[in-house]
């Protein structure tokens, strides 16, 4: 089991920046793919971005260009750097990861509890 503490979110104006921040903890030997997901009020969750372990990135088309996702594999972390924030970024953003057991079964995904972000006009 992988448990996942988010931090960073807030509320910010329009053009502002924030940093989202992840840190893994639990069995944390075969971390595969971290990301980060958001839900705006009324909406699915949607991806924003995801990395590999190999450090590998995608970005959903409307953060890129604003949004850059890094991650430490020694650390168990995985950030998200917001600059150019815009109200229709509002939402909570949710940290994911995915993982193999100490078995070395695979296919596991642990979510984090969730940090909000509002951005005002």
């Known amino acids: 089991q992988v448990q996942l503490v988010e931090s960073g979110g807030g509320l910010v104006q329009a053009g502002g920046s924030l940093r989202l921040s992840c840190a893994a903890s639990?069995?944390?030997?075969?971390?595969?793919?971290m990301g980060w997901y958001r839900q705006a009020p009324g909406k699915e969750r949607e991806l924003a971005a995801t990395i590999t372990s190999g450090g590998q990135t995608n970005y959903a088309d409307s953060v890129k260009g604003r949004f850059t996702i890094s991650r430490d594999n020694g650390k168990k972390t995985v950030d998200m750097q917001m600059s150019s924030l815009k109200p229709e970024d509002t939402g909570v953003y949710y940290c994911?990861?995915?993982?193999?057991?100490?078995?070395?079964?695979?296919?596991?995904?642990?979510w984090g509890q969730g940090t909000q972000v509002t951005v005002s006009s």
């Open positions: 639990g069995n944390t030997l075969n971390l595969n793919d």
């Open positions: 994911t990861v995915a993982y193999c057991n100490q078995y070395g079964r695979c296919g596991f995904r642990s």
